[in-house]
């Protein structure tokens, strides 16, 4: 995105589609493995406020950086972008060896500056990305030698 000081999305009317995404060796949407589409469906206009919101975080982000680039130069907003995703490649896995482990990039959040935010993700989470939830008393017990 080119630098720009809008503080919220510009309203964006997405006349076209494509089928490229979900195209198969011969050109045709692949509905075994994408499912049914219905071109009415995706090429209706939305509302208004739903085209802002799917382009509010980066707005948002490309803001932030902007300001940076004023403030600071060009050297910060490069810094951050370049600390994002050095730590995005890779998330850490939250252990204090008790066997309770939850992947998450604690790290990506403090830059990202959402740690202090409670979002759906961090409490509707996937049972599969979590680890098998067991007695937790018996582990510290054990962490701590105490039976």
Do not use: C, Y
């Given at each position: 995105m080119e630098p720009s000081l809008h503080l919220v999305?510009?309203?964006?009317?997405?006349?076209?589609?494509?089928?490229?995404?979900?195209?198969?060796?011969?050109?045709?949407?692949?509905?075994?493995?994408?499912?049914?589409?219905?071109?009415a469906a995706d090429v209706a206009p939305k509302h208004p406020l739903q085209n802002r919101l799917e382009?509010?975080?980066?707005?948002?982000?490309?803001?932030?950086?902007?300001?940076?680039?004023?403030?600071?130069?060009?050297?910060?907003?490069?810094?951050?972008?370049?600390?994002?995703?050095l730590v995005s490649q890779k998330p850490s896995t939250v252990s204090f060896n008790t066997g309770f482990t939850k992947p998450s990039n604690v790290h990506l959040d403090?830059?990202?500056?959402?740690?202090?935010?409670?979002d759906t993700d961090d409490v509707l989470t996937d049972r599969v990305l979590t680890a098998e939830v067991g007695d937790f008393h018996r582990a510290m017990e054990n962490k701590l030698r105490m039976l």
């Open positions: 999305p510009a309203a964006s009317n997405a006349g076209s589609i494509s089928i490229a995404s979900t195209a198969n060796s011969l050109g045709l949407h692949d509905a075994m493995r994408f499912g049914t589409r219905s071109l382009g509010w975080e980066a707005t948002r982000e490309n803001l932030d950086l902007t300001l940076q680039r004023n403030m600071f130069g060009i050297h910060a907003p490069v810094r951050q972008l370049m600390e994002r995703q403090i830059l990202l500056g959402k740690d202090e935010i409670i």
